[in-house]
Protein backbone atom coordinates (compact mmCIF):
# COMPACT_ATOMS: atom_id res chain seq x y z
CA UNK A 1 0.00 0.00 0.00
CA UNK A 2 2.97 2.16 1.15
CA UNK A 3 4.71 2.51 -2.77
CA UNK A 4 0.97 2.54 -4.42
CA UNK A 5 0.00 5.88 -2.17
CA UNK A 6 3.23 7.18 -2.63
CA UNK A 7 2.76 6.75 -6.49
CA UNK A 8 -0.70 7.93 -6.37
CA UNK A 9 0.57 11.47 -5.08
CA UNK A 10 3.11 11.62 -7.52
CA UNK A 11 0.68 11.08 -10.46
CA UNK A 12 -1.86 13.59 -8.65
CA UNK A 13 0.69 16.63 -7.18
CA UNK A 14 1.79 18.09 -10.91
CA UNK A 15 5.55 19.56 -10.18
CA UNK A 16 6.23 17.37 -7.31
CA UNK A 17 9.43 14.89 -7.72
CA UNK A 18 9.71 11.76 -6.10
CA UNK A 19 12.82 12.77 -3.95
CA UNK A 20 10.09 14.94 -1.94
CA UNK A 21 7.40 12.41 -1.15
CA UNK A 22 8.41 10.12 1.40
CA UNK A 23 7.66 7.68 4.28
CA UNK A 24 8.88 8.95 7.58
CA UNK A 25 11.10 11.72 6.96
CA UNK A 26 12.33 13.88 4.36
CA UNK A 27 15.98 13.63 3.25
CA UNK A 28 18.59 16.80 4.61
CA UNK A 29 19.24 17.49 0.84
CA UNK A 30 15.64 18.87 -0.05
CA UNK A 31 15.48 22.46 -0.22
CA UNK A 32 11.88 22.68 -2.02
CA UNK A 33 8.60 22.07 -0.75
CA UNK A 34 7.85 18.28 0.41
CA UNK A 35 6.15 15.49 2.07
CA UNK A 36 6.05 13.05 4.47
CA UNK A 37 3.48 10.41 4.89
CA UNK A 38 3.15 8.26 8.46
CA UNK A 39 1.60 5.43 9.06
CA UNK A 40 -0.67 5.70 12.20
CA UNK A 41 -2.64 3.00 12.35
CA UNK A 42 -3.22 -0.45 10.75
CA UNK A 43 -6.19 -3.05 11.14
CA UNK A 44 -6.21 -6.23 9.04
CA UNK A 45 -9.38 -6.99 8.14
CA UNK A 46 -11.05 -10.63 10.48
CA UNK A 47 -13.69 -13.22 9.70
CA UNK A 48 -14.48 -16.06 11.71
CA UNK A 49 -11.98 -17.82 9.30
CA UNK A 50 -9.73 -15.54 9.62
CA UNK A 51 -7.87 -12.50 7.50
CA UNK A 52 -10.32 -11.44 5.01
CA UNK A 53 -7.26 -9.53 2.80
CA UNK A 54 -8.51 -6.36 3.58
CA UNK A 55 -6.32 -3.26 5.09
CA UNK A 56 -8.21 -0.24 6.68
CA UNK A 57 -5.08 2.61 7.64
CA UNK A 58 -5.03 5.89 8.55
CA UNK A 59 -2.24 7.84 7.14
CA UNK A 60 -1.06 10.94 7.81
CA UNK A 61 0.46 13.35 5.71
CA UNK A 62 2.55 16.11 6.11
CA UNK A 63 3.08 18.90 3.52
CA UNK A 64 5.81 21.48 4.40
CA UNK A 65 6.27 25.01 2.70
CA UNK A 66 8.38 27.98 3.02
CA UNK A 67 4.98 29.80 2.99
CA UNK A 68 1.92 29.23 5.03
CA UNK A 69 -0.45 29.70 1.43
CA UNK A 70 2.23 27.06 0.05
CA UNK A 71 1.68 24.63 2.74
CA UNK A 72 -2.25 25.09 2.54
CA UNK A 73 -2.02 24.98 -1.28
CA UNK A 74 -0.02 22.07 -1.05
CA UNK A 75 -2.84 20.54 1.13
CA UNK A 76 -5.89 21.10 -0.97
CA UNK A 77 -3.92 19.27 -3.83
CA UNK A 78 -3.21 16.20 -1.80
CA UNK A 79 -6.85 16.15 -0.73
CA UNK A 80 -8.21 16.78 -4.52
CA UNK A 81 -5.76 13.93 -5.28
CA UNK A 82 -6.86 11.20 -2.66
CA UNK A 83 -10.21 12.27 -1.37
CA UNK A 84 -12.57 9.52 -2.54
CA UNK A 85 -9.89 7.93 -5.02
CA UNK A 86 -10.76 4.06 -5.66
CA UNK A 87 -8.87 2.10 -8.01
CA UNK A 88 -6.15 -0.65 -7.83
CA UNK A 89 -5.96 -2.03 -4.66
CA UNK A 90 -7.37 1.07 -3.34
CA UNK A 91 -10.99 0.31 -2.34
CA UNK A 92 -11.36 3.63 -1.03
CA UNK A 93 -9.83 6.59 0.56
CA UNK A 94 -11.48 9.32 2.32
CA UNK A 95 -10.25 12.46 4.38
CA UNK A 96 -10.81 12.35 8.34
CA UNK A 97 -9.42 15.38 9.23
CA UNK A 98 -7.50 18.55 8.00
CA UNK A 99 -5.09 20.47 10.42
CA UNK A 100 -4.01 24.13 8.76
CA UNK A 101 -2.24 26.02 11.50
CA UNK A 102 -2.68 29.28 11.01
CA UNK A 103 1.38 30.90 11.75
CA UNK A 104 3.35 27.65 13.18
CA UNK A 105 6.52 28.19 11.83
CA UNK A 106 8.63 25.08 12.24
CA UNK A 107 12.19 25.60 12.90
CA UNK A 108 14.81 22.80 12.89
CA UNK A 109 18.30 22.50 14.82
CA UNK A 110 21.20 22.08 12.12
CA UNK A 111 20.37 20.93 8.21
CA UNK A 112 18.91 22.51 5.58
CA UNK A 113 16.12 24.58 7.62
CA UNK A 114 18.12 25.91 10.67
CA UNK A 115 16.94 29.35 11.05
CA UNK A 116 14.16 28.93 8.04
CA UNK A 117 10.34 28.89 9.25
CA UNK A 118 8.49 25.82 7.60
CA UNK A 119 4.78 26.13 7.60
CA UNK A 120 2.81 22.58 7.66
CA UNK A 121 -0.66 21.40 6.80
CA UNK A 122 -1.73 17.59 8.11
CA UNK A 123 -4.34 15.53 6.57
CA UNK A 124 -5.27 12.38 8.11
CA UNK A 125 -6.63 9.67 5.16
CA UNK A 126 -8.86 6.41 6.15
CA UNK A 127 -7.06 3.89 3.35
CA UNK A 128 -8.82 0.89 2.84
CA UNK A 129 -7.03 -1.38 0.68
CA UNK A 130 -6.63 -4.79 -0.50
CA UNK A 131 -3.72 -6.46 -2.14
CA UNK A 132 -4.50 -7.46 -5.87
CA UNK A 133 -2.57 -11.19 -4.84
CA UNK A 134 -5.44 -11.39 -1.81
Not at 30 to 52: A, C, K, M, W
Request: a negative charge.
Amino acid sequence: MEADLRALLLAGLSGMTADRINWGESPQEITNDYIVLHLVSFQEGRTQQGPDGLEVSRVQIDCYARTFGGARGMARSVQRALNFYRGGGFLGIFLDALRLPREDPTHREGGRDAGQPLYHASLDFIVNWRSQNA
